[in-house]
Nanobody, 127 residues
Framework: QVQLVESGGGLVQAGGSLRLSCAAS????????MGWFRQAPGTEREFVGA???????YYNDSVKGRFTISRDNAKNTVYLQMNSLKPEDTAVYYC?????????????????????WGQGTQVTVAS
């Protein structure tokens, strides 16, 4: 069974931190890049960050220096550490499993390069 299960969302004050986790089944994690996307009400889903099977990382410019993506291959889990949160970071955050080991295709063409999505976790940043 293929599954991605996000956790760690919640309500935080501006300037605070949250750590999102995504626990994946073996099939949805092994030899795949993993990524995080977000979607705020009335907007399209946007790329946040991605990490290759070999730990090459990419970020949306809006989160560089504040967010860090990492993975634990022994636990089939990918993380998103979010620091210095801003109200504009408020969104539903989705974990995604890429089609290949490379992360850049998830950034450049997510529609054609993501095989699986999680159900999403809400992050709300209060001003």
């Amino acid at each position: 069974q293929v599954q991605l299960v996000e956790s760690g969302g919640g309500l935080v004050q501006a300037g605070g931190s949250l750590r999102l986790s995504c626990a994946a089944s073996e099939r949805a994690f092994s030899n795949r890049a993993m990524g995080w996307f977000r979607q705020a009400p009335g907007t399209e889903r946007e790329f946040v960050g991605a990490i290759s099977w070999g730990n090459t990382k990419y970020y949306n410019d809006s989160v560089k220096g504040r967010f860090t993506i990492s993975r634990d291959n022994a636990k089939n889990t990918v993380y998103l550490q979010m620091n210095s949160l801003k109200p504009e970071d408020t969104a539903v955050y989705y974990c995604a499993a890429g089609r290949t080991t490379a992360a850049w295709p998830m950034r450049d063409n997510p529609r054609g390069n993501i095989d699986y999505w999680g159900q999403g976790t809400q992050v709300t940043v209060a001003s």
